[in-house]
């Protein structure tokens, strides 16, 4: 029997003037939620922009082919598995190449970002590595991209805590941090999107005809 297709239950944007206006309705719900003390609240807007702007990253690295995919499509393709072999190369020969979450998303921008940050690198190996290597291979910035990626990471624990196990922590334990993540959270967020900017201004795309 064929896996029934999960239908959204919430209406996705349309247009970039669509997600332009949920972005600043949500940064306006998360000013508000950290004015009044709705810390939770601010964690899971934080933890959206995160795993959005991660997807960007993604798409203007030429992982994805269009913005709203939700899978690395043309798997078989060189483009795809030159990623794919990055990915096995500089995080672990058995991560997957998926965009399924947050941590998958994490991986595939940190194996390309330790690619390009190596101090002595061979010529490499394929049209898409050699496109990467010149746009990206800025070893300074590359080592702020990859601190801001373990943060990331360090910051995606913490709300996992919140998330699977909230009713098995202890409050005054819980609550000591809570308004700081949800502050960091944020602030990772602004980091990360500026450097979503700096590689949309590579023209990755563009170089490798998407």
Known sequence: MAARKRVPQIHPVE?????QTTYQEQIKQYQKAIQY???????????????DRLRYMLYYLGVLQKEDEYKVASPGSERVGCFRELLHQYISPDARMSISGIKEKRQIVE????????????????????????ALHDPERAAEILMILSEIGDWCAYRNEIVHSLLNKKMD??????????????????????????VRQKKIRDKLKL
Not at 37 to 51: H, P, R, T
């Open 15 to 19: 247009s970039r003037k669509e997600k």
């Open 37 to 51: 003390g709705f810390y939770f609240e601010a964690v899971m807007i934080d933890y959206a922009c995160l795993e």
């Open 111 to 134: 194996a390309v970002f330790r690619f390009a940050s190596e101090a002595e690198q061979p010529l490499p190996k394929t049209k898409t590595q050699s496109i990467l290597w010149n």
């Open 173 to 198: 334990s819980l609550h000591e941090k809570l308004e700081d993540q949800a502050r960091k959270g944020h602030d990772l967020f602004r980091k990360l999107d500026r450097e979503v900017r700096w």
